[in-house]
């Protein structure tokens, strides 16, 4: 069998995952079922009942995304079979016939394992958050994030498929020729799938839908807005780097205008305006976390865990502003900013100096993780307390 040459797509992915890697993700499907046990305590229901939720939302999206990903699983186990049989250790023997076995299988499952690592990674943080926002219950389902993860991998995989179908069409014979030639086929149409069942799931959930110019503004123009921008910004980033920026941030920026108005009731020309302007505040936070420095993983996981602190005071203590006017509502929020940032100092301090007693970190990762739990906090307390308005 002749190599295929590519360094996107290889089998030593696997070489790259350690023990703590498998660790790692039994912690995580621990952690997984542990959320989703607190979810069924918070909503008087059963674990089966909150699958089954899931379920009705969207199986149908899963299973045709699943399928999806099912042709480029077999594509993958026949590139790592082909890389490995053409080891020298693998060429002859009961070794060729196991690296062929071995490889197609490792292939095979790559994109699932995949799915179903970054699947739980997305649900954890969502699935505690609804332990405090109900509406965002829907999205707070083992099944949406596993779409959420297929998406991604599939990009993954349309991003590398290309080159290598392009390298294989210039060097094979006929046959693979025409093979190459239906699998780029294959590829468009599951490019075209992928992004309509996306933009269907956008624009059924969100709130623009009764008002054209919001919903073009809101749908399409931040989407215009974050392409531009990102490839503006980001030009000399990986192509991957690039369209994975991009998703992101729209998604981001539709998220936000949606909440924005479940928070304020502010109507769909405000939240649709934000929505749009929204992917400039977000790209600077991707330049950010790009940085690798350590500073934006401390300060995202801080401010995150602030938030959840904040929601649990606000749960705790029933705080809510009242009020029917912009005065009013501009007073309570002033206070409860206040009382955030008091509690933020306090307690936020107090635990960063007891992790940093526990684990040593440089002076500018405790910086961002005290800013990020006393944001947080403010955060979590704000909108736990405008929405149970």
């Known amino acids: 069998m002749r190599a295929i040459g590519t360094t996107y797509f290889t089998y030593s992915i696997y070489r790259k995952l350690t023990r703590t890697h498998w660790i790692a993700l039994g912690v995580s499907l621990v952690a997984a079922s542990a959320v989703l046990v607190l979810q069924s305590f918070r909503y008087a229901s059963s674990v089966p009942d909150l699958v089954q939720t899931g379920q009705f939302y969207w199986w149908d999206t899963l299973s045709m995304m699943l399928k999806s990903l099912a042709i480029w699983a077999v594509v993958l186990g026949v590139v790592f079979a082909i890389q490995l049989v053409n080891q020298p250790a693998f060429q002859y023997g009961r070794q060729f016939w196991v690296a ?15 799915v179903l690592w970054a699947g739980i990674w997305i649900y954890i943080p969502l699935g505690l958050l609804s332990l405090f926002i109900p509406n965002i219950i829907p999205y707070a389902t083992l099944q949406f994030t596993w779409i959420v993860a297929t998406y991604l991998v599939l990009i993954w995989i349309v991003i590398g498929m290309p080159p290598l179908l392009v390298g294989t069409f210039r060097e094979g014979r006929w046959y693979f020729k025409f ?60 192509l991957l780097t690039i369209v994975y920026v991009i998703t992101g941030i729209y998604i981001a920026s539709i998220v936000t205008g949606n909440f924005s108005d479940l928070v304020f009731h502010w109507g769909e020309i405000p939240s649709a305006l934000l929505t749009f302007l929204a992917p400039l505040a977000y790209l600077q936070v991707a330049k950010w976390i790009l940085r690798s420095d350590g500073t934006a993983l401390a300060g995202l996981a801080a401010g995150f865990m602030g938030l959840l602190a904040g929601l649990f005071v606000d749960e705790v203590l029933h705080l809510r502003i009242t009020g029917q006017g912009w005065i009013s509502l501009l007073y309570g929020i002033v206070l409860i900013l206040i009382l955030g940032l008091s509690l933020g100092y306090l307690l936020g301090r ?32 704000l909108a736990g307390s405008l929405l149970a308005r």
Not at 204 to 225: D, E, H, M, P, Q
Not at 354 to 370: A, H
């Open 100 to 114: 062929l076995t071995g490889g197609f299988l490792l292939g095979l499952l790559l994109p699932y394992l995949l």
């Open 179 to 238: 093979l190459v030639v239906l699998l780029f086929f294959q590829l468009l149409l599951d490019v075209l799938q992928a992004l309509t069942s996306a933009m269907e799931i956008i624009i059924k959930n969100s709130l623009w839908l009764a008002n054209n110019t919001a919903f073009v503004l809101a749908i399409f123009g931040s989407l215009v807005l974050t392409i531009v921008a990102v490839v503006w910004s980001l030009r000399q980033e990986r």
């Open 350 to 381: 107090r635990f960063t100096n007891l992790l940093v007693r526990k684990i040593s970190f440089r002076p500018v990762i405790v910086r961002y993780l005290d800013i990020g739990l006393i944001a947080g906090i403010m955060a979590g307390m």
